[in-house]
């Protein structure tokens, strides 16, 4: 391994998007993934012994969120930077990130240059910020960018054909819980019936 290795660590709870991001960096010679997680507790078990760069976070895990878990990296290990890698495009998110001491914020559906651009600036002591990313910040609020983290995971689970009682079971909250989300989803949306909601989540998150 050369002085100039960028060390990388993967914090995703889905193993498909784990994989799928090893292999695009896997490309890239200076990149080394050294360990991934699937949620913050094995997370910081492993960041207490192993010494990546970067950790590329996601925001949408269960128990505790990306953003929290990278307010505690921040604060017990303030060497590691960590670029937020989302679905999400909402601007509180990434103001919220911000804050809480991401060096940078990327969607995953980027281009992988653009991916491997923003580890690169990172790396290098700098930020960065998707341009969609950025373009949102200054632009109007559309309906979309007012759903909460929850109402964007629940989105995101319709998406891949769950119901309620799954999306209740995976989220560990009531099924009358995921009904009011999606209740409140509708009316933020402007939607009238369930058929338009799964409409709208499958085209909004498809991969």
Do not use: C
């Amino acid at each position: 391994m050369s002085e100039t290795t960028i060390r990388l660590f993967i914090v995703d709870d889905h193993p498909l998007v784990r994989e799928g991001l090893k292999a695009r960096l896997s490309t890239v010679s200076e990149f080394e993934v050294i360990a991934e997680a699937s949620d913050a507790e094995e997370a910081l078990k492993l960041l207490e012994v192993l010494q990546p760069h970067i950790v590329l976070m996601d925001i949408g895990m269960k128990a505790v969120n990306g953003i929290e878990l990278t307010r505690i990296v921040a604060q017990r290990f303030p060497k590691v930077a960590v670029l937020i890698l989302s679905m999400y495009d909402n601007p509180e998110y990434v103001a919220q990130a911000m804050q809480a001491g991401a060096r940078g914020y990327v969607l995953k559906d980027s281009p992988s240059s653009q991916i491997v651009s923003a580890i690169h600036s990172v790396a290098a002591g700098g930020t960065f910020l998707s341009p969609a990313i950025a373009d949102g910040l200054f632009s109007p609020k559309s309906p979309e960018r007012t759903l909460s983290m929850r109402e964007q995971e629940i989105l995101s689970l319709l998406a891949r054909g769950l119901s309620s009682k799954h999306i209740a079971k995976q989220l560990n909250i009531s099924v009358r819980t995921v009904e009011s989300h999606r209740q409140s989803i509708k009316r933020k949306l402007n939607i009238d019936g369930q058929a338009e909601l799964i409409k709208f989540a499958v085209e909004r998150f498809r991969m």
